[in-house]
C-alpha cells in the first residue's frame, strides 16, 4: 500500500513538540504495517535542514501564533478573512492546492491519503475528493480555539470565536468525507458534535524508537531539580496550564522544592521566581526527565492526548498530573497522582518529592505499559489501513 502523508509540519530528525511526536510515533506504526509512505509538508523556517529524508518539504513556515511578529500576524489575518478560512489553515492553503496536487501526481500514484490534521483538510479540501482518506484528529480543534476564546480581551475572544465556527465546519465536512478517522483519546471521539464511531478507532501513541524497551532511569545520578514541567508552551491550551502552575501553585510549595522547565515560550513570557530555573528549549527531553525527581503536568483545557504524559509515564517516571493531563491514557501507575485544586496539586508534590527523596517512592517498571499500547497502535492502524483499497500495481 502507497500512502501521501500530507501533514502541517514534517517531522524532524529529533522531534520535540507533541505533535511532532505523536507523528513519528504514527510513522512508525504505519511503516511497521507495511505501508510505504511518502511525506509532503511543510518545515519550520529555523528547521529547513532538519526535515527527514525523502520528504517533499512544501516550503518553511511560521507556524505559532506566538512566535510571529505584529506585521506577519495582520497579514495572516488579512489573507484569512479574504479566504474564509482558519487562520492555521490559511498560512497552508497560501502554498496553492493546485501546486500540492502536481507533487502528489509527480510522486504517486497513491493508494490513499493520511490527511495530518484538521488543517490540512481545510487548506486543501479538493484532496479528500481525489484519493481514499484516513483523517488525523489530533485535537478536537473547534472546542480548543473555543477553549481560547474564554480568555483575553474582545478582539482575541472574536477572532477565536470565528476560528472554532470556520474549524467545526471544516471538522463535519472532513469527518464525513473521510474513509476512517484517527483519534488520540476515547473523549474526542465523542466530542466532535458527529456520530463518527463506526469508522474511526483510538491510537493509543507511545514514544517512537522507545516502543520495545523499558524506559529505565539514566544511571544513578542524582537529580539536579525536585519538579520539571515540560512541553511547547507557545500552544496555548499548554500555556494555560504552565501559567496556572506558577501563579498559584508555586505559592503553595515549601521553599526547598527546586523547578525547572523546559519547552519553548511565547516571545516575552518572563517568569523569575528564586524556586524556578528557566531552561527553554532543551536538546534531549529523555535526558530532562531524568534530570527531575517528579514531572508536573499541568494540563488545564484542550482536547487530544499529552505527549509529555505518555513520555512521563513510559519512562516509569513519579508525577503528579491534573484530570486534563491524564486523557486518553487508562490505568495509571500507582507513582503517579491526581489533583486539579492548586493546593491539592502543591500537596500531592510535595507529598511525593518528599517520598522520592528518602526512596520510599522511585521510577518504576512500565515495560507492561509499553507492550500493551504497542499492542494496541498496532492493531489500531490496522483497523484504519483495512478502509484503503489497495489499487493494482500501485
Not at 105 to 125: C, E, H, K, T
Not at 174 to 199: M, N, P, T, V, Y
Not at 312 to 323: C, E, F, N, S, W
Not at 339 to 356: G, H, M, N
Amino acid at each position: 500500500m502507497r500512502l501521501a502523508f500530507i501533514t502541517p509540519l514534517l517531522p524532524t530528525k529529533t522531534p520535540d513538540t507533541g505533535f511532532e511526536i505523536a507523528n513519528a510515533c504514527v510513522l512508525e506504526a504505519l511503516k511497521a504495517a507495511g505501508a510505504d509512505v511518502t511525506l509532503f509538508g511543510f518545515v519550520r523556517s529555523d528547521e529547513t535542514a532538519s526535515a527527514p529524508d525523502k520528504a517533499i518539504v512544501l516550503k518553511p513556515i511560521v507556524i505559532e501564533n506566538a512566535v510571529a511578529g505584529r506585521f506577519q500576524k495582520i497579514r495572516w489575518l488579512a489573507a484569512s478573512l479574504r479566504m474564509g478560512l482558519p487562520v492555521i489553515a490559511t498560512k497552508l492553503a497560501l502554498f496553492g492546492e493546485d501546486k500540492l496536487r502536481a507533487l502528489l501526481l509527480q510522486n504517486g500514484p497513491f493508494d490513499g491519503y493520511v490527511i495530518n490534521s484538521a488543517a490540512i483538510a481545510g487548506a486543501f479540501p479538493g484532496l479528500l475528493k481525489d484519493k481514499p482518506c484516513i483523517l488525523i484528529a489530533h485535537n478536537v480543534e473547534h472546542a480548543s480555539a473555543a477553549g481560547n476564546a474564554a480568555s483575553g480581551n474582545m478582539i482575541t475572544k472574536l477572532l477565536y470565536r470565528r476560528e472554532a465556527r470556520l474549524l467545526r465546519d471544516i471538522e463535519h465536512r472532513a469527518l464525513a468525507e473521510c474513509r476512517f478517522i484517527w483519534c488520540f483519546a476515547e473523549e474526542d471521539r465523542q466530542g466532535f458534535g458527529f456520530d463518527i464511531e463506526s469508522k474511526s478507532t483510538v491510537l493509543p501513541l507511545i514514544m517512537p524508537e522507545q516502543a520495545a524497551t523499558s524506559q529505565a532511569p539514566h544511571g544513578d545520578n542524582t537529580p539536579s531539580y525536585d519538579v520539571g514541567l515540560i512541553g511547547t508552551w507557545t500552544w496555548l491550551p499548554n500555556l494555560a496550564g504552565l501559567t496556572w502552575f506558577l501563579e498559584q501553585v508555586i505559592p503553595e510549595l515549601p521553599e526547598d522544592i527546586s523547578i525547572a522547565i523546559a519547552g519553548r515560550l511565547p516571545s516575552g513570557f518572563a517568569f523569575r521566581h528564586p524556586q524556578v530555573s528557566n531552561l527553554g528549549r532543551v536538546a534531549d527531553a529523555n535526558a530532562f526527565v531524568a534530570s527531575a525527581r517528579v514531572m508536573a503536568l499541568t494540563s488545564r483545557t484542550g482536547t487530544g492526548i499529552q505527549l509529555k504524559t505518555i513520555e512521563t509515564l513510559q519512562a516509569g517516571k513519579p508525577a503528579v498530573a491534573t484530570k486534563s493531563s491524564i486523557r486518553g491514557v487508562g490505568e495509571l501507575p500507582t507513582n503517579c497522582l491526581v489533583a486539579d485544586d492548586p493546593k491539592a496539586f502543591a500537596s500531592a508534590l510535595t507529598k511525593i518529592v518528599r517520598d522520592v527523596r528518602s526512596g520510599r517512592t522511585s521510577t518504576s517498571d512500565s515495560r507492561a505499559f509499553i507492550k500493551r499500547r504497542q499492542l494496541q497502535l498496532h492493531a489500531a492502524v490496522q483497523q484504519g489501513l483495512a478502509h484503503i483499497p489497495v489499487t493494482r500495481g500501485s
